[in-house]
């Protein structure tokens, strides 16, 4: 079974510093990963989605990287503002079926 | 271009009682997918379709049914409510059933007396 596991479950940082975003996972057969933003009470917003033949993906001051073979992926946001305050959240597809398995999500403060 | 619209945002019942949610995918999307998010138990995926037929399950009881239709729309059923239940359902759609960025809706709040 696939474990997805992200550490730190929160953190904090003043507006300006670089963000680091871990994920982990324990099966390396995957097809894909995608990167999500969720913000209190509402639906999740995805951030960028890595093939499993990648090994990075950028949008603007995001970009998310993919180490398959040792089953990690890191999303990093440049410059955070207090709008990047959010819950990030990652999800692995495995290859054997199509069933995404979620991280628990890092809660991101962004302080002004 | 229309997102994943899911309905109704929130509701209450009570136990014993059954819900359906209706989620209508970004045009031209032909998977559909539904999760049930609570804070202890974080993102679990339930079902998901395409072309009308169930191609995926979660671990759920089987009180938790689904169906799409032709024009991909979906509907996820949950009969018996239980507290446990209390939750917020995602749903989320894609292109193909094994290809493409994954949308989500905003989600429907249920929550169970």
């Known amino acids: 079974k696939q474990e997805v596991t992200q550490i730190p479950a929160a953190l904090s940082v003043p507006e300006g510093e670089n963000l680091v975003l871990n994920c982990s996972f324990t099966?390396?057969?995957?097809?894909?990963l995608q990167w999500f933003r969720q913000d209190p009470g509402k639906g999740l917003t995805s951030l960028l989605l890595i093939q499993s033949s990648q090994r990075e993906q950028t949008s603007g001051r995001l970009n998310a990287s993919l180490d398959k073979s040792s089953g990690r992926s890191t999303l990093y946001i440049a410059a955070s503002q207090p709008g990047d305050s959010a819950t990030y959240l990652c999800?692995?597809?495995?290859?054997?079926?199509?069933?995404?398995?979620f991280g628990a999500g890092t809660t991101v403060t962004v302080r002004a | 271009k229309a997102g994943v619209t899911q309905t109704p945002r929130y509701l209450i019942k009570t136990r014993g009682q059954q819900v359906t949610l209706s989620c209508s995918p970004i045009s031209g999307h032909r998977s559909v997918s539904w999760y049930q998010q609570t804070p202890g138990q974080g993102l679990q995926f339930l079902f998901e379709y395409f072309s009308e037929t169930q191609r995926n399950k979660g671990n759920f009881p089987g009180r938790f049914s689904g169906r799409q239709f032709s024009n991909s729309r979906s509907e996820m059923n949950v009969s018996t409510l239980e507290l446990g239940d209390s939750a917020l359902y995602l749903c989320?759609?894609?292109?193909?059933?094994?290809?493409?960025?994954?949308?989500f809706g905003e989600g429907s709040r249920l929550t169970v007396l």
């Open positions: 099966d390396s057969a995957i097809y894909n």
């Open positions: 989320a759609s894609r292109r193909g059933l094994d290809t493409g960025e994954l949308f």
């Open positions: 999800a692995v597809r495995p290859v054997k079926n199509y069933k995404l398995s």
